[in-house]
T-cell receptor, first 112, second 111 residues
Framework: ELKVEQNPLFLSMQEGKNYTIYCNYS?????LYWYRQDPGKSLESLFV?????AVKQEGRLMASLDTKARLSTLHITAAVHDLSATYFC????????????FGEGTQLTVNP | NAGVTQTPKFRILKIGQSMTLQCTQD?????MYWYRQDPGMGLKLIYY???????DKGEVPNGYNVSRSTTEDFPLRLELAAPSQTSVYFC??????????FGSGTRLTVV
C-alpha cells in the first residue's frame, strides 16, 4: 500500500524567511504533484515532477524530486503572507488507474 | 470550458437519508475520481472510474456507490447517511498523461 507522509504538518514562519516542506512516499511512483489549497477552496495545481532530479520553480516556490530516496521537497524562499495556505503532495501510480495518493498536508502560516 | 462541475455546493442531510452528489466534466477525460476530505486532512479516494461502464473501489468506499454510464458523468450515491460521512467531497477528472482537474467541492453535513 502506498503511503505518503509530509512534514511538518503545521508551519508558522515569518515573512522573509526560508523553509522546506518534505514529502516521503513508500513505493515507486510515476509522477509527484504539489497542490495548494486555500481555506474553503478546491485544490490548485502547483507542480508536477516526472523524473529523478526534476526541479521546478514558480515565484518563491521550488519543488524537487529524488526518486531514489522517494522524497520530494517544496522550498519556500523569502516567504510572504500570500503564501499562507495548505500544501499537499500527491503521488500518482499509473498502474492503479492513475490514482493519486495524498499526504496529510502542511498548513503554512506566514506572519508579518 | 466549464471543466469539472459539482452540484450541490452545500447540503445538510439527516441521519439515514440518501442523496446523490453530481459530477460532470466536459473535457472528454476517461478517468474520473471521487475523494473526500475530512477537516485538517488530506484527500482520500472513495471510488474511481477509468472509462464509461468501469468503476472500482478506492481506500474508503463503504457507504457509497457510483455509476459511470457516460464519459461525462460520475455521480456518487450516499445511502443511509451517517455522521461519519460529514466531509467535503471533491470530484476530479484526468486523462492518462494530463494532470487532474478538480471540481469546486461539495460540503456535506450529516446531522
Amino acid at each position: 500500500e502506498l503511503k505518503v507522509e509530509q512534514n511538518p504538518l503545521f508551519l508558522s514562519m515569518q515573512e522573509g524567511k526560508n523553509y522546506t516542506i518534505y514529502c516521503n512516499y513508500s513505493t515507486t511512483s510515476d509522477r509527484l504533484y504539489w497542490y495548494r489549497q486555500d481555506p474553503g477552496k478546491s485544490l490548485e495545481s502547483l507542480f508536477v515532477l516526472l523524473s529523478n532530479g526534476a526541479v521546478k520553480q514558480e515565484g518563491r516556490l521550488m519543488a524537487s524530486l529524488d526518486t531514489k530516496a522517494r522524497l520530494s521537497t517544496l522550498h519556500i524562499t523569502a516567504a510572504v503572507h500570500d503564501l499562507s495556505a495548505t500544501y499537499f503532495c500527491a503521488v500518482l501510480r499509473e498502474t492503479s488507474g492513475s490514482r493519486l495518493t495524498f499526504g496529510e498536508g502542511t498548513q503554512l502560516t506566514v506572519n508579518p | 470550458n466549464a471543466g469539472v462541475t459539482q452540484t450541490p455546493k452545500f447540503r445538510i442531510l439527516k441521519i439515514g437519508q440518501s442523496m446523490t452528489l453530481q459530477c460532470t466534466q466536459d473535457m472528454n477525460h476517461n478517468y474520473m475520481y471521487w475523494y473526500r476530505q475530512d477537516p485538517g486532512m488530506g484527500l482520500k479516494l472513495i471510488y474511481y472510474s477509468v472509462g464509461a461502464g468501469i468503476t472500482d473501489k478506492g481506500e474508503v468506499p463503504n457507504g457509497y456507490n457510483v455509476s459511470r454510464s457516460t464519459t461525462e458523468d460520475f455521480p456518487l450515491r450516499l445511502e443511509l447517511a451517517a455522521p461519519s460521512q460529514t466531509s467535503v467531497y471533491f470530484c476530479a477528472s484526468a486523462t492518462g498523461r494530463v494532470g487532474y482537474t478538480f471540481g469546486s467541492g461539495t460540503r456535506l453535513t450529516v446531522v
